[in-house]
């Protein structure tokens, strides 16, 4: 790849296009955007009564790796609870790199 745009960015913009190729991540997105910092439990709950999905906790927990992995989710400790919040920096900058610019 050649131009303004390193070849690292091709591998960060391919772990995106990865993370969102998923509709179950795509849909752990969506319930973030609704109501961002929750908890792996809070999450489970909403992607089963606002989008019928039915994934196990544990299926759950590794398309969150893989959205963490891309930069599309953040997480933060507080005691003994994991908070996960989206992150749409990648997005941008998938845009960002098609962006015409005048």
């Known amino acids: 790849m ?9 591998a960060g913009v391919g772990d995106v296009f990865k993370a969102l190729a998923d509709p179950t991540r795509r849909a752990i997105l969506d319930v973030l955007q609704e ?6 439990f ?15 906790r544990q299926a759950v927990s590794q398309h969150l790796d893989v959205l963490e992995a891309a930069g599309l989710v953040r997480t933060r400790r507080e005691g003994r609870y994991k908070f996960h919040h989206l992150d ?3 997005l941008r900058a998938v845009t960002e790199r098609w962006r015409i610019d005048p």
């Open 2 to 10: 050649s131009g303004k745009y390193p070849l690292a960015y091709a």
């Open 35 to 40: 109501r961002d910092g929750q908890t792996l």
């Open 42 to 56: 809070e999450l489970i709950t909403r992607l089963v009564t606002r989008h019928g999905v039915s994934s196990s």
């Open 88 to 90: 749409t920096s990648p």
